[in-house]
């Protein structure tokens, strides 16, 4: 599978608190993209890392990417309530000619208030 | 908000019925994608165009057609629905190749239950 893989696949943690969540995948890729699905509604698109990258900033989001270890973390610091959600990795393969991206199974976090 | 209005946002039929999932969009996106979301596997891209009449398989096709005569409606059709088809359909634009980077537009899904 080419599919980016999410770890912990559940993450439970206190407001005021980070929470990480890891990516690994199997192939080269181009760039590696975070996304986010509240309960019941569709992705949004939080950031996007290129493979030349080793760490971007978006807000109270970080996501580091090591090309030598094909993993990715994202990192959100003092998480809120309203950060409850399924967060997914998304990989672009590198050399892929239908060009599409592959989406992990996600990490579902719930901070608690 | 994107402007991406899927419809019917929830249905329930029958073993055997066709159905029609439609996908409008107001962007002008050259790209449209229908995955399926299910527990455990994630998203799977079922169909993909990138441009009126153009379209092909993504990689869970079988049992599901698509057909796009303008810019604006994607259609996914499944022909004659069976149980394994229930789940949530999310149709996605972009105005370029995914693996390119920019930013993919995901609508609110359609929920699907094949009884």
């Known amino acids: 599978s080419q599919q980016g893989e999410e770890d912990p696949q559940a993450l439970s943690i206190q407001e005021g608190e980070n929470a990480t969540m890891n990516c690994s995948y199997k192939?080269?890729?181009?760039?590696l993209q975070w996304y986010r699905q509240n309960s019941g509604r569709g992705l949004v698109h939080l950031i996007l890392?290129?493979?030349?990258?080793r760490e971007k900033h978006s807000g109270r989001l970080r996501v580091t990417l090591d090309t030598s270890k094909k993993s990715s973390s994202l990192l959100i610091t003092a998480s809120r309530a309203a950060d409850t959600a399924s967060y997914f990795c998304a990989t672009a393969t590198r050399g892929s000619t239908l060009g599409r991206l592959y989406f992990g199974r996600g990490t579902q976090l719930t901070v608690w208030p | 908000d994107a402007g991406i209005t899927q419809s019917p946002r929830h249905k329930v039929t029958e073993t055997g019925t066709p159905v029609t999932l439609r996908c409008h969009q107001t962007e002008n996106h050259r790209y449209m994608y229908w995955y399926r979301q299910d527990p455990g596997h994630g998203l799977r891209l079922i169909h993909y165009?990138?441009?009126?009449?153009?379209?092909d398989k993504g990689e869970v096709s079988d049992g599901y057609s698509v057909s796009r005569s303008k810019t604006e409606d994607f259609l996914l059709t499944l022909e004659s629905a069976t149980s394994s088809q229930t789940s949530v359909y999310f149709c996605?634009?972009?105005?370029?190749?995914?693996?390119?980077?920019?930013?993919?537009?995901f609508g609110e899904g359609s929920w699907l239950t094949v009884v």
């Open positions: 996605a634009i972009s105005g370029s190749r995914q693996a390119s980077g920019n930013t993919i537009y």
């Open positions: 890392i290129r493979s030349n990258e």
């Open positions: 192939t080269s890729i181009n760039n």
């Open positions: 165009s990138y441009g009126v009449k153009d379209t």
